[in-house]
């Protein structure tokens, strides 16, 4: 099989299933809604961009019948082939199969000697109630935690926590959480063994956590569409959180982020009372989160969180940057340091380079690499909008 580093490659997403908090909403981003093999899903995640994302070798319109994502989880291998079986006959290649053959022309020669692998997560987030958390800084380094840069672009208002209030007690804090968990940790085990309901269990939590309310030592904010959170610097508590009266589909997002496993990088002090169905609760690490969270006021500051638009640059961090891109009619774009992840926003566009073209409809992405050094976006609808995601510099 001839393979192109010069050519743009549809990203067939990965789906997630979130049966306790997803929906229907990236399904229809991605015009899915009516397909009969997700009428009982609810999607909670779309990977866009991952070490293992499979790349469409024939197919280069994402309106195409077959252009179907896969779905599975994030630390388990895909169910692909068991729901979608005519995928079986579709040419794909991973990323991480095109890096392995040439990583260079893949990714970039700076960010393979940097990383050596695709660095990055995209994905987009359809998400109720998170647990309170944090990522140790960059800067840091730590015999269990891994640092994880990560940045929120909203596409609808949303609700967070983000940081500390300037007088909270932090000892009462703590030993809040504390409580918390070992009230579910109490329940939890009576749900197990069969001596408590799930349903009772489920409202006694809600009741305990009221009365003891974490949320009075965190900045609770309003997120608007388009308004994009910056939490790369690390050592910062944050959380989404739910408000069914207000934000009733919760937080629609796009995340950027160092692709690390959430076991290696988030320290959570608080779940949310949330119980699976089998009685377990999530462990916490509630020591951790208070040995390394960052009580400065200054950096607890949400404005310091909002990054405003720079021209087309809505963000930069030394790990990745995000422009958008308003296609009125033709955008001319040259590669320099990076590959590029081209996520459309709005409208349907056609990237071209040398060697190929795709047509991207609104809610998919593609993959634009490093070796085609140059490549055109040109608005098939008005009103286009691209996201586009990649590193400067390839170094920290």
């Avoid at 979608?84 to 392995?100: M, R």
């Avoid at 496993?261 to 377990?280: A, L, V």
């Amino acid at each position: 099989m001839m393979v192109s580093y010069k050519k743009p490659h549809l990203i067939f997403a990965k789906l997630i299933d979130q049966p306790t908090w997803g929906g229907d909403y990236i399904l229809k981003l991605k015009n899915l809604q009516t397909h009969p093999s997700f009428q009982d899903k609810k999607i909670g995640q779309s990977y866009e961009l991952f070490g293992d994302s499979k790349l469409a070798l024939e197919i280069t319109d994402s309106s195409d019948a077959r252009f179907i994502p896969e779905v599975g989880y994030p630390d388990k291998p895909d169910v692909h082939g068991e729901l979608f079986p005519f995928h079986k006959d579709i040419d794909y290649l991973t990323l991480s199969e095109l890096v392995g053959i040439n990583p260079s022309q893949m990714l970039g020669e700076k960010v393979q000697a940097k990383w050596g692998k695709m660095p990055l997560l995209i994905k987009l987030n359809h998400a109720a109630g998170n647990s309170f958390q944090l990522h140790i800084k960059p800067s840091q380094t730590h015999l269990r935690w891994q640092p994880k840069p990560e940045s929120w672009y909203y596409l609808e208002d949303g609700l967070v926590t983000y940081g500390i209030k300037k007088d909270a007690d932090i000892d009462e804090y703590k030993k809040t959480c504390v409580e918390i968990d070992s009230f579910m940790k109490t329940i939890s085990l009576q749900v197990q063994q069969g001596t408590m309901t799930l349903e009772e269990a489920n409202r006694k939590a809600k009741e305990f956590i009221r009365e003891k309310n974490p949320w009075q030592y965190v900045n609770k904010h309003v997120v608007h569409q388009y308004e994009l959170v910056d939490l790369s610097s690390g050592g910062i508590h944050h959380s989404w959180e739910e408000d069914k009266e207000n934000f009733p589909q919760g937080n629609i997002l796009l995340e950027v982020q160092q692709d690390v496993m959430d076991p290696f990088c988030t320290i959570r002090s608080f779940d949310q009372g949330k119980i699976k169905s089998d009685g377990t609760i999530r462990p916490l690490n509630i020591d951790d989160y208070f040995r390394i969270i960052d009580t400065d006021p200054a950096v607890n500051d949400f404005q310091t969180a909002l990054k405003k638009r720079q021209g087309n640059r809505l963000l930069t961090t030394p790990y990745y940057c995000l422009d958008i891109i308003e296609v009125k009619d033709k955008v001319e774009e040259t590669i320099k340091d990076s590959f590029a992840h081209l996520y459309v926003r709005n409208g349907e566009v056609e990237v071209t380079t040398d060697e190929g073209n795709v047509r991207v409809g609104k809610g998919h992405s593609c993959f634009v690499p490093y070796g085609a050094e140059k490549y055109t976006i040109k608005a098939l609808q008005p009103n286009s909008v691209v996201l586009k995601t990649y590193i400067v510099d390839g170094s920290k």
